[in-house]
């Protein structure tokens, strides 16, 4: 069974653009979910996903946002890149009924670096 | 507020010491708890975890106790490999939502041959 799948790995833009990054979750997995995590904040929650409806969002400005299609892939977007977004951004999964309580899978991530 | 605090890294052991990683946290209601790996380059894997009081989780030689009494879930091995080099993040969980779970620091943990 194939596991979460994130792409690309990596990412090099400069300030002021725009980045999309994707998430395949494990096949059956209907929640998706974000997190940014960077040395200094460690893991931060951006978003949950779940059948293409945005269930939680985390304590990010507009310029992050995200969308999940029928499929359950899901997408986010960064806006107006700032040198603070430099970041590996996370993609996870869950079963459905557990849900995070019981596990998260997560994918290799992709690494942002904004310049 | 809710919250995980971990042992700041890095720690560094050689091969078959023994490890602990010190946790404790903080939660208004009955925590699950867990401990999650990262090793170099790939995402995080679920390690061990404990849904309540006095359950002990264990994997790979790995195990933590779920300690109410303290607050406390700290991550023990009695014999390290240089393959249990990585960062190990301890977290909890209020909910079946991701944006339930609030994870510490990490610590990253160097194994010397």
């Known amino acids: 069974k194939a596991g979460v799948t994130q792409t690309p790995r990596y990412l090099i833009k400069t300030r002021g653009q725009q980045v999309t990054l994707s998430c395949s979750p494990i096949s059956g997995h209907r929640s998706v979910s974000w997190y940014q995590q960077t040395p200094g904040q460690g893991l931060q929650f951006l978003f949950e996903?779940?059948?293409?409806?945005?269930?939680n969002k985390g304590n990010f400005p507009g310029r992050f946002s995200g969308r999940q299609f029928s499929n359950s892939r899901s997408e986010m977007n960064v806006s107006t890149l700032e040198l603070g977004d430099s970041a590996l951004y996370l993609c996870?999964?869950?079963?459905?009924?557990?849900?995070?309580?019981?596990?998260?899978?997560f994918g290799s991530g992709t690494q942002l670096s904004v310049l | 507020g809710d919250s995980v605090t971990q042992m700041e890294g890095p720690v560094t052991l050689s091969e078959e010491a023994c490890l602990t990683i010190?946790?404790?946290?903080?939660?208004?209601?009955?925590?699950?708890l867990f401990w999650y790996v990262q090793y170099p380059g790939e995402g995080l894997q679920l390690l061990l975890k404990?849904?309540?009081?006095?359950d002990k989780g264990s994997n790979k030689g790995f195990e933590a106790t779920y300690r109410k009494e303290t607050t406390s879930f700290h991550l023990e091995k009695g014999s390290v490999q240089v393959s249990d080099s990585a960062v190990y993040f301890c977290?909890?969980?209020?909910?079946?939502?991701?944006?339930?779970?609030?994870f510490g620091s990490g610590t990253r943990l160097s194994i010397r041959p």
């Open positions: 977290a909890l969980s209020l909910g079946s939502s991701a944006s339930k779970i609030i």
């Open positions: 404990a849904t309540k009081a006095d």
């Open positions: 996903y779940f059948s293409e409806t945005q269930r």
């Open positions: 996870a999964s869950s079963p459905p009924a557990t849900g995070a309580n019981e596990k998260l899978f």
């Open positions: 010190n946790c404790t946290y903080t939660a208004t209601g009955y925590p699950s």
